[in-house]
T-cell receptor
Framework: GAVVSQHPSWVICKSGTSVKIECRSL??????MFWYRQFPKQSLMLMAT?????????EQGVEKDKFLINHASLTLSTLTVTSAHPEDSSFYIC???????????FGPGTRLTVL | GQNIDQPTEMTATEGAIVQINCTYQ??????LFWYQQHAGEAPTFLSY????GLEEKGRFSSFLSRSKGYSYLLLKELQMKDSASYLC?????????FGAGTTVTVRA
């Protein structure tokens, strides 16, 4: 099946710093990628839809200036958490749909801890 | 809005069968997915239903009734490695909305 990678797998940072997370589709092109956030014992919540060549679409309640998304190519989307605070500590997961759009393949996730 | 309900926890014995129900009320629908998620890992795709009926994939089967807003995931011949969280997700247009997940614990 299709493979999606994320980097880094985990990151610990100080409050006020920015963190960049990369999401790559390894063996297929993805004009659209999705970014989710998952808090402990909760389900995945869609944060935004990343669109290659255009602006990302953010879900209600998600601050676009805090969570910067750049879809630089057909295989790479990045999420930058700016001025991170402890409440941003979470598991961030990206996904990309296959060509038919019937299946979304998830990356392995990035565990962010903000001290 | 989206409302997707599934039980919080289920426990079953190795070798047994477990059925995880999911009910949904969503503003749109064009497919229902089941994912398995082990702790600290990303979800992995299990099944997809877009038409009513049963889809069988080895030990896992999934059923959908669109008129009732209802689906279930059936896990047969349970193995210890099946202990995980199972997520029901509804697709509306291109977006997935997830239920809170059902934690299944398989005991020897």
């Amino acid at each position: 099946g299709a493979v999606v990678s994320q980097h880094p797998s985990w990151v610990i940072c100080k409050s006020g710093t920015s963190v960049k997370i990369e999401c790559r589709s390894l063996d297929f092109q993805a004009t659209t990628m999705f970014w989710y956030r998952q808090f402990p014992k909760q389900s995945l919540m869609l944060m935004a839809t990343s669109n290659e060549g255009s602006k990302a679409t953010y879900e209600q309640g998600v601050e676009k200036d805090k969570f910067l998304i750049n879809h630089a190519s057909l295989t790479l989307s990045t999420l930058t958490v700016t001025s991170a605070h402890p409440e941003d500590s979470s598991f961030y997961i990206c996904s990309a749909p296959d060509r038919g759009g019937d299946t979304q393949y998830f990356g392995p996730g990035t565990r962010l801890t903000v001290l | 809005g989206q409302n997707i309900d599934q039980p919080t926890e289920m426990t079953a014995t190795e070798g047994a069968i477990v059925q995880i129900n999911c009910t949904y009320q969503t503003s749109g629908f064009n497919g229902l997915f089941w994912y398995q998620q082990h702790a600290g890992e990303a979800p992995t795709f299990l099944s997809y239903n877009v038409l009513d009926g049963l889809e069988e994939k080895g030990r896992f089967s999934s059923f959908l009734s669109r008129s009732k807003g209802y689906s279930y995931l059936l896990l047969k011949e349970l193995q210890m490695k099946d202990s995980a969280s199972y997520l029901c997700a509804v697709r509306n247009d291109y977006k997935l909305s997830f239920g809170a997940g059902t934690t299944v614990t398989v005991r020897a």
